[in-house]
């Protein structure tokens, strides 16, 4: 039964009431899909008397449709039709600020429809923003909320739609606290009151589709907290970053990147790592090499694919691991406090550019691996912190929240939509540009509590205890389904301390790392070079202490940016003595590492032997390769990769017991360490002398009666020694000698590595 009660005519009731108007002016209006757009509403017939004067009666009301729409500097809207692009009624203007507001002629079922707008200068047809609904499952939101959401950034962000056969962007950001959340950007003059955003109360999310929307449109979010307090927010999703000191959002084109990486993708989901090469360049893509007549130039991707990849290929690397690319303001900061976490960084070139990188690096048969850091993120007043005038993805107290060493924040990890946040970066990276592993900075700061903290400065976890049991969770979800996810990939910590089964299953109790960065070695080993030979032999476990633990985790030798910066020096820099001492301890140095246990990474210019310390700001010194030491150097590192590579010795059972053997690890007097690596039938003998002495007639233990090959000898003048050696060839004695059944007497050459092999090739009977 149609309701019968008495109402006012349209002329006394406006179809905007001043109070709306007034909060639409303020963009203080609380549901504004409620009120913008077109709306059925029921009103009463107007009729007129004999008089020609409308009355209002006690009749039946009416459906009717009325629009309303909210468009600064414009004259004239007109209602149009989408289907047959007739004009439909012209709107009222209610305010000089560009209000207005009419019915839909006598129409009562909601249709599309365009708005005609006529500005000063110009008239325009514009899609209403304001007419669309909701574009968000209650799935989606629902898995994002729990923490469970692997791919938010398909519908968080800015992300390209087609509604009713428009082609727009759904914008998305979670802000539960807010109290109006506006998209703002260049094509609106920035104006926090034309694009209110749609509210969704029990997930803190706000949406808004923006029809026809323009590639590379430059945008923030508008917050406006509790508080009252107005915010302009980077988008926490967005897929490209303006420079600093913008440092706005950036709507991406809509490109699909065709990928030949099939192949290579198909392999590596095959590939078990532990039992592989893995020899990693770790590269600062800003100064690797730069260009231009003052070298202040980054080179593009597509230089890097014609420059960084045949290098790497050329010097025998079985991945690149690249420094963060994440968007970051600071580039003193390396990457390590980004900021657009799903941004990659301008400064190399546009996204797609990067996955042709990767694309090529896999068709050149090298892996990518991204430093990632989810340990902690900037204080920028455009980024995280404090996002909607509330801690959202930090945590409330400094005892929790706050980096002590690098004032930056910590992520809450035991909130869902801070783990569904960086769960899906983590997802993104490895789905859409197709890398190979992630390797986790500053593992460590997550695990502990007091990381870094004087005693009043933390608080301990539910059972009392110093461990971040959230992070540990959140950690231990990551691994679980990342490698779930993408067959093949290498997860990789970067963990200083002893925490137990950073690499051990998650079902056995485990963090599910693949590997861990050997930080002990690392620091040992180094502090060991950094002595003047005379003292070695007092601090000989510097060298031989990491086999006592090296196979209780996945190791990865790590020789990383880290090492050579804030005046630590190069490598080169840090051992004593003059040059040709220097390159021969490094020489030595390196091939110890690639005969230790463990995967391999060394950081750029390690590798020809950069003389100065890294600087972020310029480019390795490739000019020293026109030196015969650095090309000796360059030499050494190439050859030890190609040894790897092709010696199944050295990776077959590279993380057991079974593949390492001391022959003996005590003579610390003379500084020398010699030892077997071995899988199954193949067998590679290193001695290692760390002093400059020669030794001559120097008894060696030796598994197998024959004729041993010097396969490298780091003192060869091929790589700038001095050519002490065994003329390439060693004969074994039948003397039992350090555990084994044959021996022989060799020359051992100052400050330099022997590997020698087993002539197959001649019988033995």
Not at 40 to 55: D, L, Q, R
Not at 234 to 243: K, L, N, T, V, Y
Not at 611 to 623: G, K, P
Not at 653 to 674: I, K, M, Q, R, T
């Given at each position: ?123 325009e047809e514009i899609n209403d923003p304001y007419q669309y609904a909701s574009l968000l499952s209650d799935e989606a939101l629902y898995l994002f909320s729990e923490g469970r959401q692997e791919q938010a950034y398909r519908f968080m962000g800015a992300n390209w739609r087609e509604v009713d056969g428009v082609s727009g962007v759904q914008f998305c950001v979670w802000a539960p606290n807010a109290k109006r959340v506006s998209l703002v950007h260049d094509a609106i003059d920035w ?575």
């Amino acid at each position: 039964m149609t309701k019968q009660i008495p109402v006012q005519t349209p002329a006394q009731t406006p179809l905007i009431a001043p109070s709306e108007i007034e909060a639409l002016l303020a963009a203080d209006y609380v549901d504004i899909f409620a009120l913008l757009g077109m709306h059925a509403i029921e009103m009463a017939p107007a009729t007129k008397s004999s008089k020609g004067i409308k009355e209002a009666k006690a009749v039946s009301l009416v459906k009717r449709l009325v629009v309303r729409c909210f468009l600064p500097g414009a004259e004239r809207v007109e209602l149009i039709a989408k289907q047959d692009g007739r004009k439909v009624a012209e709107l009222d203007k209610c305010h000089d600020e560009g209000i207005f507001a009419g019915l839909a002629g006598r129409r009562i079922n909601p249709f599309e429809y365009r708005l005609r707008v006529h500005y000063p200068f110009s008239v325009e047809e514009i899609n209403d923003p304001y007419q669309y609904a909701s574009l968000l499952s209650d799935e989606a939101l629902y898995l994002f909320s729990e923490g469970r959401q692997e791919q938010a950034y398909r519908f968080m962000g800015a992300n390209w739609r087609e509604v009713d056969g428009v082609s727009g962007v759904q914008f998305c950001v979670w802000a539960p606290n807010a109290k109006r959340v506006s998209l703002v950007h260049d094509a609106i003059d920035w104006d926090g009151r034309r694009q209110v955003m749609r509210h969704h109360p029990a997930n803190g999310v706000w949406e808004i589709f923006i029809p026809s929307m323009k590639a590379l449109t430059h945008y923030k979010y508008e917050i406006v907290t509790q508080e009252g307090e107005r915010l302009l927010k980077a988008d926490p999703f967005g897929r490209a970053m303006q420079g600093a000191p913008g440092n706005a959002s950036i709507v991406p084109p809509q490109l699909d990147y065709a990928w030949q990486d099939k192949r290579w993708l198909a392999k590596r989901a095959k590939q078990s790592w532990h039992d592989q090469p893995i020899s990693i360049y770790e590269v600062h893509l800003g100064s690797w090499r730069r260009q231009g007549e003052n070298g202040e130039q980054y080179l593009s991707y597509s230089q890097l694919i014609d420059q960084l990849i045949p290098y790497v290929v050329e010097m025998g690397y079985t991945h690149l691991q690249l420094m963060p690319l994440c968007e970051y303001p600071f580039d003193g900061s390396w990457g390590y406090q980004p900021v657009g976490l799903f941004a990659p960084t301008h400064r190399f070139g546009q996204p797609h550019e990067l996955k042709a990188f990767v694309d090529a690096c896999h068709q050149a048969g090298i892996g990518v691996i991204l430093d990632w850091v989810a340990a902690h993120f900037p204080k920028d007043p455009h980024g995280l912190t404090r996002f909607d005038g509330s801690c959202l993805y930090e945590h409330e107290d400094p005892r929790q929240g706050e980096h002590p060493d690098w004032d930056t924040l910590i992520y809450n990890y035991g909130r869902g939509e801070v783990q569904s946040y960086l769960l899906s970066n983590a997802h993104y990276w490895l789905q859409e540009f197709h890398l190979d592993g992630l390797r986790l900075d500053a593992v460590s700061s997550m695990l502990y509590l007091d990381y870094s903290r004087e005693p009043h400065q933390w608080l301990p976890n539910a059972h009392g205890g110093r461990e971040n049991l959230d992070a540990i969770a959140f950690l231990q979800d990551l691994n679980t389904r990342l490698y779930q996810g993408f067959p093949g990939i290498m997860m990789i910590a970067e963990e200083s301390t002893a925490w137990p089964g950073v690499t051990k299953r998650v079902d056995e109790g485990g963090l599910g790392f693949g590997f861990k960065w050997n930080m002990g070695w690392m620091n040992d080993s180094l502090n060991y070079i950094g002595r003047d030979p005379i003292h070695r032999s007092h601090h000989h476990n510097e060298l031989t202490f990491s086999l006592m633990y090296c196979f209780t985790e996945q190791f990865i030798l790590s020789l990383s940016h880290d090492e050579v910066v804030h005046g630590k020096g190069s490598l080169l820099h840090k051992i004593p003595g003059d040059d040709w001492q220097k390159f021969a301890t490094l020489r030595a140095y390196l091939g110890f590492m690639w005969g230790h246990p463990g995967k391999k990474l060394l950081f750029m210019g390690a590798d020809f032997a950069q003389r100065d310390e890294w600087d972020h700001q310029h480019s390795l010194d490739w000019h020293l390769l026109a030196f015969e030491p650095h090309q000796g150097m360059q030499r050494w590192v190439k050859d030890l990769n190609s040894l790897y590579r092709q010696s199944v010795a050295l990776y077959g059972d590279d993380h057991h017991g079974e593949g390492f053997s001391w022959l003996d690890c005590d003579n610390a007097s003379a500084s020398v360490l010699s030892f077997i690596r071995q899988s199954g039938d193949k067998q590679l003998i290193f001695i290692v002398n760390m002093t400059p002495e020669v030794y001559r007639e120097f008894r060696i233990g030796l598994p197998q009666p024959g004729r041993y090959h010097e396969r490298l000898n780091s003192d060869s003048h091929y790589y700038g020694g001095s050519d002490v050696g065994n003329q390439g060839v060693i004969h074994t004695e039948p003397e039992a000698y350090q555990g084994q059944a044959q021996s022989a007497c060799i020359s051992v050459p100052p400050l330099a590595c022997l590997v020698l092999e087993l002539d197959e090739s001649v019988s033995c009977d």
